[in-house]
């Protein structure tokens, strides 16, 4: 095997275990930031929930309440008013999600799922956590949810949840006796769950690893290209000089082209102890045929 193949054959080796290091640690770590850019964006969408649950209880509510004393507005209500902007949302991004998700809902379409219904009772077995980020799997790819509990810390939420006899006739007539009641005060009922879909970020994070893998490749290939230029021109080439007087030397040619000796360098060490020795052979020779 020549000198050359076996230095490609060690660099190739070398480059692709750093390669497969490399690009198994930068994939975590463009993960990771993935996910990070995914988790800042679902704490936003949560942020502008409460800022439209906000705008509801201190705007909307007081405009809306004095006509309420016969005719129900689901305006009104602060989950009603953050889930609706929501839904607008969904016209153009479906895969993004807002839900209020409650176990014993007044409104049928804020009832938890099974995967809710965990969370929520996640919440109620760990008073001390505020906030739960996880991925779960979906039709259209993994989804990154972040929620927060719903606990009912203020008594005028009970107006409406203690009784059905105690809530608002209106809204009673609109959703009926059997939901939405029984809720105790500091009690978590439900939790607020924004899912944000990862498929974006993990596509943006597989392009920018290929991209740096590419170029990794196109440096290798670039300073393989200039190894093998200088692997050449310091030693292979000299090396190939070297054996062809060596060559000639040996069958007796001594009248061969001297090697040159310019340099400091090994090959060039090699060289001038070639021609010492060479020189040396030529004496011995023409002392023999005297």
Same mark, same amino acid.
């Given at each position: 095997?020549?000198?050359?193949?076996?230095?490609?054959?060690? &660099?190739?080796?070398?480059?692709?275990?750093?390669?497969? !290091?490399?690009? %198994?640690?930068?994939?975590?770590? !463009?993960?990771?930031?993935?996910? $990070?850019?995914? #988790?800042q964006r679902?704490?936003l969408?949560? $942020?502008?929930? &409460?800022?439209?649950?906000?705008?509801? =209880?201190?705007? #909307?509510?007081?405009?809306?309440? +004095?006509?309420?004393?016969?005719?129900?507005? +689901?305006?009104t209500?602060?989950?009603?008013?953050?889930t609706q902007?929501?839904?607008?949302?969904?016209a153009?991004?479906p895969?993004?999600?807002?839900?209020?998700?409650?176990?014993?809902?007044?409104? +049928?379409?804020?009832?938890?799922?099974?995967?809710?219904?965990?969370? =929520?009772?996640?919440?109620?077995?760990?008073?001390?956590?505020?906030?739960?980020?996880?991925?779960?799997?979906?039709?259209?790819?993994?989804?990154?949810?972040?929620?927060?509990?719903?606990?009912?810390?203020? +008594?005028g *939420?009970?107006a *409406?949840? @203690?009784?059905?006899?105690?809530?608002?006739?209106?809204? #009673?007539?609109?959703?009926?006796?059997?939901?939405?009641? %029984?809720?105790q005060?500091?009690?978590?009922? %439900?939790?607020?769950?924004?899912?944000?879909?990862?498929?974006?970020?993990?596509?943006k994070?597989?392009?920018?690893?290929?991209?740096?893998?590419?170029?990794?490749?196109?440096?290798?290939?670039?300073?393989?290209?200039?190894?093998?230029?200088?692997l050449?021109?310091?030693?292979?080439?000299?090396?190939?000089?070297?054996?062809?007087v060596a060559?000639e030397?040996?069958?007796?040619?001594?009248?061969?082209? $001297? &090697?040159?000796t310019? %340099?400091?360098?090994e =090959?060039?060490?090699?060289?001038?102890s070639?021609?010492?020795?060479?020189? @040396?052979?030529?004496?011995?020779m023409?002392?023999?045929?005297?």
């Amino acid at each position: 095997m020549k000198l050359s193949t076996k230095f490609n054959l060690a &660099l190739i080796i070398i480059f692709s275990i750093g390669i497969v !290091l490399t690009s %198994g640690l930068m994939y975590r770590v !463009l993960q990771e930031n993935a996910r $990070e850019e995914v #988790v800042q964006r679902a704490g936003l969408m949560m $942020e502008a929930a &409460l800022a439209m649950r906000g705008y509801t =209880i201190d705007e #909307v509510k007081p405009l809306l309440e +004095p006509h309420m004393t016969e005719s129900f507005f +689901p305006q009104t209500v602060p989950a009603y008013a953050a889930t609706q902007a929501f839904e607008k949302l969904r016209a153009s991004q479906p895969d993004y999600m807002y839900k209020e998700a409650t176990l014993n809902p007044t409104n +049928p379409r804020d009832r938890a799922t099974d995967w809710e219904a965990d969370i =929520i009772q996640r919440f109620r077995n760990h008073r001390e956590e505020i906030e739960l980020v996880g991925i779960r799997d979906t039709p259209s790819g993994p989804s990154l949810y972040l929620a927060r509990p719903i606990e009912i810390s203020n +008594p005028g *939420c009970l107006a *409406c949840h @203690s009784t059905a006899a105690a809530a608002p006739a209106p809204m #009673v007539a609109v959703y009926g006796a059997a939901n939405g009641f %029984g809720w105790q005060l500091n009690e978590v009922v %439900g939790a607020q769950v924004v899912s944000v879909p990862m498929t974006v970020a993990n596509a943006k994070a597989k392009r920018t690893l290929l991209t740096v893998l590419g170029l990794l490749l196109g440096g290798f290939a670039l300073i393989a290209l200039v190894l093998n230029l200088m692997l050449r021109q310091i030693v292979i080439n000299p090396a190939i000089r070297m054996a062809r007087v060596a060559d000639e030397v040996s069958k007796g040619n001594l009248g061969a082209p $001297e &090697l040159p000796t310019a %340099g400091k360098d090994e =090959i060039s060490i090699l060289a001038a102890s070639f021609s010492r020795m060479r020189r @040396s052979l030529e004496k011995a020779m023409k002392l023999l045929e005297a």
